[in-house]
């Protein structure tokens, strides 16, 4: 995919958190598409990203874009890390930078990602059952299910995607390994969580395809998603200028309840989000995908 097709979300009150206090030095800790990163740059001259994601496709698709955007600025002001964000103290020490004044991460899918067929994130895709940000480490969704006991399978379905069906659906994943036909597919797998949980459900009047809560499940155990969302948020005010900000866009609840939880009971944070912002109406119309969001940033005093 030579172009990006992701809508950064919430782009206007990113912006506005973020920028409430002078600041020059930025961390976008997940590039996407950059509609973030570009929308600092844009705001001053002054500004500089580091710019991370674990998607080689991302950084090489949007440095392309943004080299085009930015052409003739100098300095060109992103530098482009390929890495999780967890690492982002080893990336400073490294830029011999001391202090950011902003550190902001979208969580989630990006629909480039989505749209990527050999990636497995979409339900009925024929590649894959992939789901893993970098694919060149750690175990494939697909290798995870054909190694992991059954009551392990249950218990990231149940925990990670908070799905009630969990034990049904690890019991039929670990039928098809002893027939011989382990899930190689997102389809395949999608399917089957289908058999398991037959109807749709509904949330905000919209119907939620029975196999989404497995997906996020088995995504988020394969990029170990949550635990580096903690541990960045811990270690973050390491690193941020006092008065820095930090925002959090979020897409399910055992996210949101992290941040929620780290700005609330860390004296450090001081929140700038007595509630979690939300996507307007006019927003969602136009990008289904930030219905879901949530917004949450706090300032370290």
Known sequence: MSETVHKSVMPGEVLDLLTSRSGKV???????????????????????????????????????????????????????????????EDALDLLNIEKIDGFLLDLGLSSDQLADDSRGFSFDSAGNLDLRFDVSEGLSAAEMLARLPEKEISRILYEFGEERHSRTIARRIAECRRSGQPLQTARQLADLVRECVPKFWKTKGRSIDPATKTFQALRIAVNDELNALAETLRRLPNRLAQGGIAAVISFHSLEDRIVKNTFRDDPRWQPLTSKPVTASEAEVSRNPRSRSAKLRAALLV
Do not use: M, Q
């Open 26 to 88: 930025y961390i976008d800790g997940t590039l996407g598409g950059g509609g973030h990163t570009e929308s600092l740059c844009r705001y001053s001259k002054d500004v500089r990203v580091i710019a991370f994601d674990r998607d080689i496709e991302a950084i090489n698709r949007t440095e392309k874009r943004l080299r085009s955007v930015f052409a003739g600025t100098d300095p060109f002001p992103v530098r482009f890390v390929h890495a999780d964000y967890r690492f982002f």
